[in-house]
């Protein structure tokens, strides 16, 4: 079993920076991808970035190309977001996800284990 927290989130103006944190903990020698969703209210979740824990490749949405930037410490099993120039389409509760297997899955599907998320408010 992996467990997942998210630390980071909260309020901030449009244009405004925030960076999320993931900690995993528990059997994490089987985490292969770690990725963020986010869902909005009445919006279905969608994956905002992801991140190869061994290779290091990455994915981004479009939406975020360029303002998202998604990292990873190995040696302590987290995950970042770092995101830049915010605007309050970003507004939403933001997921961390890990999976066991494959490169980095695209659909909520292939995660395995799910943080129990933090909100992220952008005010215009």
């Known amino acids: 079993q992996v467990q997942l927290v998210e630390f980071g989130g909260g309020l901030v103006q449009a244009g405004g920076s925030l960076r999320l944190s993931c900690a995993a903990s528990?059997?994490?020698?089987?985490?292969?991808?770690m990725g963020w969703y986010r869902q909005a209210p009445g919006k279905e979740r969608e994956l905002v970035a992801a991140?190869?824990?061994?290779?290091?490749?990455?994915y981004y949405a479009d939406s975020v190309k360029g303002r998202f930037t998604i990292s990873k410490d190995n040696t302590k099993s987290t995950v970042f977001l770092q995101m830049n120039s915010l605007r309050p389409e970003d507004t939403a509760v933001y997921y961390c996800?890990?999976?066991?297997?494959?490169?980095?899955?695209?659909?909520?599907?292939?995660?395995?284990?799910w943080g129990q998320g933090t909100q992220v408010t952008v005010s215009s």
């Open positions: 996800a890990a999976t066991r297997g494959g490169l980095i899955p695209l659909g909520q599907q292939g995660y395995d284990y």
């Open positions: 528990g059997d994490t020698h089987c985490i292969s991808a």
């Open positions: 991140i190869n824990w061994s290779r290091g490749s990455k």
